[in-house]
């Protein structure tokens, strides 16, 4: 999705392989090989935001080393009940992602139809052992026998892990129906999470792009859709802690003068009594768009 690009900044890939051992004691050195820097680069036209060479994205591999942290994969999110109110019982759904399987095991529960497309082998495993309709394949592969078949094609946190954005989004609105819905959802690069760039999962090899609301309503600008709606993530309990720390550090960094109320005023508990008031109007770590097929 680029027509004019810009390098934003410059990543030494020797940092970015320290960070993932000292963080999470994740070796990703064989993604770098040969490689000294990664750019983060902009299309100035609409604010996508993209990480090159895009040899550098995780493999099968890579993500069942985080399948091993239990937070990795939450069962049941903000976005898979935004999605599961506005379903139909005589929908077809396809989840591009199954991931940790909560989405379409839920559903699978509750008698829909529902096929899900997922690459980490170790999932797939647990699918066939759960009976769940998860298929071991590419949804560009997919797509090829599977023409207007869904009503909903669906992807939650997926998007940002792409390099080739565009041939992944047009297989998933050719295998809609005409007027289906195509719903992505992201982690939003506006929300507070720009205070702290996102922390290291929003690096290569694990994040390959960013999303802002802009960049996806700019979507439907190179594909047969037309942009419906956002719906934003209200600040979840177990984002909290990172809210109150990104907001505090960023603005002390940022304002002497507060740097000295601080020492009589705590920020952070300042913070956390605001948080705890008002949760649900602050805008939390994702933003899902909503798009309808022309």
Known sequence: M??????????????????YKETLNIDVERFFKGIEFVNL???????????EPRS????SSF????????????????EHQIVLDQLKKSDKILEVG??????????????????????????IKIAEAKQLNVCLNTVEQFSHSHQNTFDMVC???????ISDVIPFLKAQVECLKSDGKLIICVPNNDSFIR??????????????????????????????????????????????????????DHYLAKYKLLRGLNKLFSLNSLLRIYVNFNCNNIKGHSIMATFIKK
């Not at 036209?45 to 993209?50: C, E, L, N, P, S």
């Not at 399987?101 to 497309?117: Q, V």
């Open 2 to 19: 680029k027509s004019s690009a810009i390098i934003l900044k410059k990543l030494h890939a020797k940092e970015i392989i320290i960070r």
């Open 195 to 248: 205070y702290t760039d996102g922390g290291v999962l929003n690096l290569p090899p694990h994040h390959m792009s960013r999303w802002n609301p802009l960049s996806l309503k700019k979507i439907e600008n190179f594909l047969p859709i037309k942009f419906e709606k956002f719906h934003y993530e209200p600040l979840q309990d177990y984002h909290k802690q990172w809210y109150i720390k990104s907001i505090s």
């Open 98 to 123: 199954s991931g940790g399987l909560g989405f379409i095991e839920k559903l699978n529960s509750l008698n829909y139809n529902i096929t899900g497309l997922e690459l980490n082998k170790n999932s």
């Open 63 to 78: 993500y069942e080393d985080l399948d091993k942290f239990e937070w990795y994969y939450m069962p049941w999110k903000w």
């Open 41 to 51: 680069v902009e299309d100035t036209a609409t604010k996508h935001r993209f990480f």
């Open 155 to 161: 992807s939650f946190q997926v998007l940002e892990h």
């Open 56 to 59: 550098i994205a995780g493999d």
